[in-house]
């Protein structure tokens, strides 16, 4: 109507955009791709991400879920909690749980995993593997890159998957190991992998390696909204509240 005014648009309408056209474009081409979002506390990573988890469900994507803690609180990041969300376990499950172990080999024998893969999925939750340290190691790397690709080829057909994982930098180190393996191997599948970052001041911590960087990815660089959005600054320029690349 005239005179009429339009409403502000959400600064974050753009990274949603964004998210959308990878989302779609994983589930058309059957190519796996990385969403890598990276800020500041309160930049709004947690939301983007959980937007991309309930975008990605509508288009028919089975969702595995990691999400980050509070500042107080910060969760860690394990293979053993990625590998139970890919299995639609509760990440949070913890070890002393008697039947953990069964309910993992049951999801585990339902998407048809080789007894191998399925005693290494079990070994993440077991805290006395008896296998020596570096096959240990192989073995569940080698686990969990089999259990995506089940994961995605369960019935005959594909699924595309998303991964969310929020608060990268908190991954432990056999996490950030796996991941620099996994990623890699599965983008030849309908896999799309979110990563949230939180940037912090001083040296980053880069959980996952530099030759990751090489893969083909969305990068999204989100800021804090300033406290006062329409104020100029000192040299007269207005601020953007968010910058993606």
């Known amino acids: ?5 339009r409403p502000a648009p959400d600064p974050s309408d753009v990274e949603r955009l964004q998210c959308r056209a990878v989302i779609d474009a994983v589930h058309a081409a059957g190519r796996g791709r990385i969403i890598d ?3 500041a506390a309160g930049a709004g990573k947690s939301r983007l991400l959980a937007f991309g988890a309930s975008d990605a469900r509508a288009r028919g994507y089975a969702c595995a879920v990691l999400d980050g803690g509070t500042a107080g609180q910060p ?6 909690r990625l590998m139970l969300a890919l299995l639609g376990l509760a990440p949070a499950a913890g ?12 999801r585990c024998a339902a998407l048809a995993l080789p007894a191998a893969h399925v005693d290494a999925c079990v070994s993440l939750i077991d805290t006395a593997p008896d296998w ?3 096959a240990t190691q192989l073995l569940q790397t080698a686990a969990l890159c089999a259990l995506l690709q089940h994961r995605v080829q369960h019935n005959g057909g594909r699924q595309p998957l998303l ?5 990268l930098q908190c991954a432990d180190w056999q996490l950030a190991m796996i991941l620099n393996v996994a990623v890699p191997a599965t983008l030849d599948y309908p896999v799309l992998w979110m990563f949230a970052t939180r940037l912090e001041p001083g040296p980053a911590r880069r959980p996952l390696g530099v030759r990751m960087d090489a893969l083909a990815r969305t990068t999204l660089h989100l800021t804090p909204a300033a406290p006062r959005p329409g104020r100029a600054d000192a040299g007269g320029v207005h601020r953007l509240n968010r910058a993606a690349v």
């Open 163 to 167: 991964i969310c994982i929020d608060d």
């Open 95 to 106: 070890a002393d749980d008697p039947q953990l172990a069964d309910r993992v080999r049951a």
């Open 1 to 5: 109507a005239p005179g009429s005014s």
């Open 75 to 80: 969760v860690v990041h394990t293979a053993a």
């Open 37 to 39: 979002v990276q800020g």
């Open 132 to 134: 020596p340290l570096p």
